[in-house]
C-alpha cells in the first residue's frame, strides 16, 4: 500500500515572533460603571483620533479595591469607547477570576527574565549610550525606536508616525505624531522640538493627547519634562 507523507510537504502556516509593541495601560483606581462611564466619554471627546480600536492593559496595580470587578462589563464599556482590552496586570484573586472569565489573560508585573548562560565575571566598563541620529523625513505609519540612547531627528515627523527612545527625544523640525520618551522607565527623559504640532506626546507612560497640547506652546518651540507623575509642557529656546 502506497502512503503520502503530507506533513514533510505542508507549507507552515504561521510563525511566533517577538517584537516591540507600544500599548496603552490603563490605569484602574476604582470602577463604578457610571462615574468610569462618564469619565472615559469625557477623556475620548478630548482625543477623538486616539480612541481607535486602542488594545489597552487593564493595570490593577493601584486599585483601592479589591473586590470583584465586573470585566465583561468592563470590558464593554471599554469597546463601546473605542478601547480593546486584551489583558490585566495586577489584581487579587476575586478580580484575577472574574478576569479568566471575562477571557482576560493576567500579565504578570514584572515579567521574569530569561535564563542566560554563565559568563565569566568582568570588570565593569563604561558602555556609550545608543544615540540614533535620523536625517530623513519620518512619514505617516512608520515607527522609529532608538533602544538605549536618545532619538535625535533632524527633519520632521509626519502625522501618523511614531518615534520612541530610552533616553530623550529631539525633533529639529515639526512634530506632528506620536513621540514617546522614556520608554523603558526613564523618568528623567525629556522632548524636545521646534514645532510642537504632536497627537500624542509621552514620557515614561504619562502622556498628553493633542487637544491638551493646543494651548499656550502650540506650534512653538517646546520641551516636555515630568514633574513627580505629571507631564509639563513649556517653551525651549
Same mark, same amino acid.
Given at each position: 500500500?502506497?502512503?503520502?507523507?503530507?506533513?514533510?510537504?505542508?507549507?507552515?502556516?504561521?510563525?511566533?515572533?517577538?517584537?516591540?509593541?507600544?500599548?496603552?495601560?490603563?490605569?484602574?483606581?476604582?470602577?463604578?460603571?457610571?462615574?468610569?462611564?462618564?469619565?472615559?466619554?469625557?477623556?475620548?471627546?478630548?482625543?477623538?483620533?486616539?480612541?481607535?480600536?486602542?488594545?489597552?492593559?487593564?493595570?490593577?496595580?493601584?486599585?483601592?479595591?479589591?473586590?470583584?470587578?465586573?470585566?465583561?462589563?468592563?470590558?464593554?464599556?471599554?469597546?463601546?469607547?473605542?478601547?480593546?482590552?486584551?489583558?490585566?496586570?495586577?489584581?487579587?484573586?476575586?478580580?484575577?477570576?472574574?478576569?479568566?472569565?471575562?477571557?482576560?489573560?493576567?500579565?504578570?508585573?514584572?515579567?521574569?527574565?530569561?535564563?542566560?548562560?554563565?559568563?565569566?565575571?568582568?570588570?565593569? =566598563?563604561?558602555? %556609550?549610550?545608543? +544615540?540614533?541620529? #535620523?536625517?530623513? !523625513?519620518? *512619514?505617516?505609519?512608520?515607527?522609529?525606536?532608538?533602544? @538605549?540612547?536618545?532619538?535625535?531627528?533632524?527633519?520632521?515627523?509626519?502625522?501618523?508616525? =511614531?518615534?520612541? %527612545?530610552?533616553? +530623550?527625544?529631539? #525633533?529639529?523640525? !515639526?512634530? *506632528?505624531?506620536?513621540?514617546?520618551?522614556?520608554?523603558? @522607565?526613564?523618568?528623567?527623559?525629556?522632548?524636545?522640538?521646534?514645532?510642537?504640532?504632536? =497627537?500624542?506626546?509621552?514620557?515614561?507612560?504619562?502622556?498628553?493627547?493633542?487637544?491638551?497640547?493646543?494651548?499656550?506652546?502650540?506650534?512653538?518651540?517646546?520641551?516636555?519634562?515630568?514633574?513627580?507623575?505629571?507631564?509639563?509642557?513649556?517653551?525651549?529656546?
Amino acid at each position: 500500500m502506497n502512503t503520502t507523507n503530507t506533513e514533510a510537504t505542508l507549507e507552515p502556516s504561521f510563525k511566533l515572533k517577538g517584537s516591540r509593541v507600544t500599548i496603552t495601560i490603563l490605569e484602574l483606581y476604582e470602577y463604578d460603571y457610571a462615574t468610569f462611564n462618564d469619565q472615559l466619554a469625557e477623556t475620548v471627546r478630548s482625543a477623538p483620533d486616539f480612541f481607535q480600536q486602542t488594545p489597552v492593559i487593564l493595570s490593577l496595580e493601584r486599585c483601592k479595591d479589591t473586590g470583584f470587578i465586573d470585566f465583561i462589563e468592563l470590558g464593554e464599556l471599554c469597546r463601546e469607547y473605542g478601547l480593546v482590552p486584551v489583558a490585566i496586570r495586577g489584581g487579587s484573586e476575586d478580580q484575577l477570576l472574574s478576569a479568566n472569565v471575562a477571557g482576560l489573560p493576567h500579565l504578570p508585573i514584572n515579567a521574569a527574565k530569561p535564563p542566560e548562560a554563565p559568563e565569566p565575571k568582568k570588570e565593569p =566598563e563604561t558602555v %556609550a549610550a545608543k +544615540n540614533l541620529v #535620523v536625517t530623513t !523625513p519620518v *512619514r505617516s505609519g512608520q515607527q522609529v525606536y532608538a533602544k @538605549g540612547g536618545d532619538l535625535i531627528i533632524i527633519a520632521p515627523v509626519s502625522a501618523g508616525a =511614531e518615534v520612541l %527612545a530610552d533616553g +530623550n527625544i529631539h #525633533v529639529y523640525g !515639526p512634530l *506632528r505624531g506620536r513621540a514617546l520618551a522614556g520608554v523603558s @522607565g526613564d523618568k528623567s527623559a525629556r522632548i524636545f522640538c521646534q514645532s510642537l504640532e504632536a =497627537e500624542l506626546i509621552s514620557i515614561a507612560g504619562s502622556y498628553k493627547v493633542n487637544e491638551d497640547l493646543q494651548k499656550d506652546h502650540w506650534k512653538k518651540s517646546t520641551q516636555a519634562s515630568l514633574t513627580g507623575d505629571q507631564l509639563i509642557v513649556s517653551a525651549f529656546k
